[in-house]
């Protein structure tokens, strides 16, 4: 499938059939996706761009979960934090452990139920998976002075602890994780300059920064300018558009059915 060759194929069981994605998101944490994807025709090679690690100052991190019941909230942006606090916290074996948490606020669904999984209650979800609708989701819940605990990754956005700041809460924004390159960076980066994609599905704008970091030539960059590009939520977007590559179209949210509409508008 190349370029508006099956923009006019109709939506159904094969609609993908022939159609090459890359997805930049580990495979373990896309099986569902995959699977559909696959249902509906398309080829997926699931190669996450980035590799993820604890941060390389765990100290701040500790001293959080040391004083986390002197917090009023816990703010979780992604599925990646909710899991790196959770094994952080396990190894540390802390005293209290098994009391239940203050409240806690999660980015979107899967993050949600990520936490709800390790038996912890989700007291608010933002509508929409981004900062910005998390920022929405909390306002006029954080009230001033309330301490808040933002488990992030050593690289973010301001955008969250800004607007919570400005509602007058005392934040700490503690990195938890970090990412560097995948293992097998190269390799897709060589895989896209043969051209063996038709789509490329951007989970992360880290996803996006790690193929640039290794494009020396520039050929990365003309390679993606060539296939189409679906970007899920809206700093991911951002991201791409920034480096010229706006993407054909944004998932509605991470979920498995936005994801896949829109890949399959791509095609109308």
Same mark, same amino acid.
């Given at each position: ?16 059939? =022939?159609? /090459?994605? #890359? !997805?930049? %998101? *580990? ?5 569902? @996706?995959?699977?559909? &994807? $696959?249902?509906? +025709? ?102 001033? =002075?309330? /301490?808040? #605990? !933002?488990? %992030? *990754? ?5 955008? @969250?602890?800004?607007? &919570? $700041?400005?509602? +007058? ?100």
């Amino acid at each position: 499938m190349r370029g508006a060759a099956r923009a006019t194929r109709p939506v159904s069981e094969g609609a993908l059939r =022939g159609c /090459r994605i #890359l !997805l930049t %998101r *580990p495979p373990e944490r896309a099986r569902s @996706l995959i699977a559909r &994807l $696959a249902e509906l +025709g398309a080829e997926v090679e699931a190669a996450p761009t980035i590799a993820l690690e604890p941060a390389s100052d765990l100290a701040p991190a500790r001293l959080a979960l040391a004083e986390i019941h002197g917090y009023d909230w816990i703010v979780f942006t992604s599925v990646n934090g909710v899991r790196f606090f959770r094994e952080l916290r396990q190894s540390l074996a802390l005293a209290g452990e098994g009391t239940p948490l203050p409240r806690i606020a999660a980015i979107g669904l899967a993050t949600a139920r990520e936490i709800e999984q390790g038996g912890d209650r989700v007291d608010v979800v933002a509508a929409k998976s981004d900062s910005e609708g998390l920022a929405r989701a909390l306002e006029g819940r954080v009230r001033a =002075g309330e /301490r808040v #605990l !933002l488990v %992030r *990754p050593e690289v973010a956005r301001a955008v @969250l602890p800004q607007a &919570l $700041a400005t509602q +007058g809460a005392r934040v700490d924004a503690v990195a938890f994780y970090r990412n560097r390159p995948a293992p097998a960076l190269a390799r897709i980066a060589a895989a896209l300059c043969a051209k063996s994609f038709d789509l490329v599905l951007f989970s992360s704008p880290s996803s996006l920064s790690r193929l640039l970091e290794l494009d020396g030539t520039g050929a990365v960059r003309q390679a993606l300018s060539q296939v189409a590009r679906v970007a899920i939520g809206a700093s991911t977007a951002e991201a791409l558009g920034r480096e010229g590559l706006a993407p054909s179209v944004s998932a509605e949210g991470p979920e498995d059915a936005a994801v896949v509409r829109a890949v399959l508008r791509v095609l109308r």
